[in-house]
């Protein structure tokens, strides 16, 4: 299945955004407009600097009216008709797909951003610059530290604004919903380092890709973390009752979850057996999952 796009649950339905605003001196936000049942209002895409040159964090999907509303929003918020250059979470595609359309209003802008070549070349993103975790992007009285979280997607990239104290999350921490763990290209036991590696960092706000702005970030962090541990502990008491397939796991665990959004939820059973598969804590025989 289609993986990158579904990006959040549904508890992100119905959620209001602006379409751009000014949260801090340094931050401020213009919403890429490409709402979904799984990416909320749709991408936060955010201005970060002080002056009349901030650089733009994620660019969206490519919706029509981004570009203009990009533009407006620079005016307004920053009294600026330039942007310094484009820094990337990761490759999937309601992040780095407006790049074309961003460097056709703004000029051929540099992509700074963690190598995914298939992905950054499919979305139309590529030539970028390649960055890795530890680096440090200057925009005018801000810097972004890149930090490694792995696990959502492979080149994922969370950035700390160490003079505001704030990280950009991406879709690693989100301002509703939980993080898919994709089939293809994700992977659980990496997401969960990546968020005990945000949990050491000194945060007061979260500015997530998705979803409103979170002020509550060691609790936030601390929920997401729980909720796969409670997950991971619901698959093994399960399957202690013997060998079970994917969808009986789910039925047994999500009691609380309408029926439509048991494929959903399949996914994420499924990235906990991959989990524990490779910690040896379970084996899979024609389908059926068992406790080794
Ligand atoms: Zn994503």
Same mark, same amino acid.
């Given at each position: 299945? $289609? #993986? ?18 000014? /949260? ?41 009216? /981004?570009?203009?509303?990009?533009? *407006?929003?620079?005016?307004?918020? @920053? ?7 484009? %820094? ?21 802008? $540099? ?48 950035? /700390?604004?160490?003079? $505001? *104290? ?18 293809? @290209? ?10 005990? *590696? ?8 979260? /500015? ?37 397939? %994917? ?23 499924? @990235?906990?057996? *991959? ?11 024609? #389908? ?5």
């Amino acid at each position: 299945m $289609e #993986g990158p796009g579904r990006i959040v649950t549904d508890s992100m339905i119905g959620i209001r955004l602006p379409d751009y605003a000014r /949260y801090t001196s340094r931050v401020a936000f213009v919403l890429g407009q490409n709402p979904t049942m799984f990416t909320g209002p749709g991408t936060n895409t955010y201005l970060v600097g002080l002056g009349r040159r901030p650089l733009l964090l994620d660019t969206g999907a490519g919706v029509a009216v /981004y570009p203009e509303l990009l533009a *407006r929003g620079l005016v307004e918020l @920053s009294g600026s008709r330039e942007i310094d250059k484009i %820094v990337a979470t990761h490759g999937h595609p309601d992040h780095i797909g407006g790049v074309r359309q961003v460097r056709e209003k703004f000029g051929h802008l $540099e992509v700074l951003k963690k190598p995914w070549p298939e992905r950054d070349t499919a979305a139309g993103a590529a030539p970028i610059t390649a960055i890795e975790p530890d680096a440090l992007i200057f925009a005018e009285g801000a810097t972004l530290q890149a930090v490694s979280t792995p696990g959502h997607a492979p080149d994922h990239l969370c950035y /700390y604004l160490p003079e $505001e *104290r704030a990280l950009f999350t991406g879709d690693v921490v989100l301002g509703a919903g939980t993080t898919v763990i994709p089939e293809d @290209s994700g992977d659980l036991a990496q997401y969960m380092d990546s968020l005990r *590696r945000l949990l050491e960092l000194d945060v007061e706000t979260i /500015y997530p890709a998705h979803g409103p702005v979170i002020r509550n970030p060691k609790q936030k962090i601390r929920e997401y973390i729980a909720h796969r541990e409670l997950r991971e502990n619901q698959v093994l008491d399960t399957l202690r009752q013997g060998p079970l397939e %994917v969808m009986a796991i789910v039925k047994k665990i999500y009691t609380d979850v309408p029926e439509f959004l048991h494929q959903a939820a399949a996914m994420s059973v499924r @990235s906990h057996l *991959r989990k524990l598969l490779n910690e040896s804590a379970v084996v899979e025989h024609q #389908g059926r999952w068992a406790l080794r």
